[in-house]
T-cell receptor, first 114, second 113 residues
Framework: GAGVSQSPSNKVTEKGKDVELRCDPI?????LYWYRQRLGQGLEFLIY????????KSGLPSDRFSAERTGESVSTLTIQRTQQEDSAVYLC????????????FGNGTRLTVT | AQTVTQSQPEMSVQEAETVTLSCTYD???????LFWYKQPPSRQMILVIR??????QNATENRFSVNFQKAAKSFSLKISDSQLGDTAMYFC??????????FGTGTRLTIIP
């Protein structure tokens, strides 16, 4: 079956521009996560959506970052006025919220801010 | 807040040998889940193995097994008969009641032919 799909796979943008990253979760997965991975580093939690509940935004690094998700469908992560330190791979994951159900990850979007 | 520590930034081992990657975590919760993920150069995160904290028996998936020591808050991964395709970054992760998966900083494993 289809996995988590992210687009674009790569994005190069100029400093100061806005970017929008998209994530299509696995159908039926109620939970959706965004993580950031800087080069050679671990995964940094950004935001978590669970069904129609208010999202957990505790990992968003600044007010330039925002994310939306409608119901249990597509999510978009928006970064406004991009800075060079925003350069990273942005990974999306989804899962059933039952027991030990693991996160299923997309291939990520590599963002480069020049 | 939970923390996950992987103290080995890099490891290498000869093909066919056994290697153990260490992971420790800190939590006040009693019920939680632990995972090992593999990230090859393709950057795809692949689930290797999972463990429920309430289970005493260590999880096993083919050549991969864990040594889960709940009291010590330790969750190491053993790879037996290592293969070239095992070369990747390995991340230990903790999932608690807040439903957020917290990752360690990873161990870069290289299998030498």
């Amino acid at each position: 079956g289809a996995g988590v799909s992210q687009s674009p796979s790569n994005k190069v943008t100029e400093k100061g521009k806005d970017v929008e990253l998209r994530c299509d979760p696995i159908s039926g997965h109620t939970a959706l996560y965004w993580y950031r991975q800087r080069l050679g580093q671990g995964l940094e939690f950004l935001i978590y959506f669970q069904g129609n509940s208010a999202p957990d935004k505790s990992g968003l690094p600044s007010d330039r970052f925002s994310a939306e998700r409608t119901g249990e469908s597509v999510s978009t992560l928006t970064i406004q006025r991009t800075q060079q330190e925003d350069s990273a791979v942005y990974l999306c994951a989804s899962r059933y919220t039952t027991g030990n159900s693991p996160l299923h990850f997309g291939n990520g979007t590599r963002l480069t801010v020049t | 807040a939970q923390t996950v520590t992987q103290s080995q930034p890099e490891m290498s081992v000869q093909e066919a040998e056994t290697v153990t990657l260490s992971c420790t975590y800190d939590t006040s919760e009693n019920n939680y889940y632990l995972f090992w993920y593999k990230q090859p150069p393709s950057r795809q995160m692949i689930l290797v193995i999972r463990q429920e904290a309430y289970k005493q028996q260590n999880a096993t998936e083919n050549r991969f097994s864990v040594n889960f020591q709940k009291a010590a808050k330790s969750f190491s991964l053993k790879i037996s008969d290592s293969q070239l395709g095992d070369t990747a970054m390995y991340f230990c992760a903790f999932l608690g009641g807040n439903e957020k998966l917290t990752f360690g900083t990873g161990t870069r494993l290289t299998i030498i032919p």
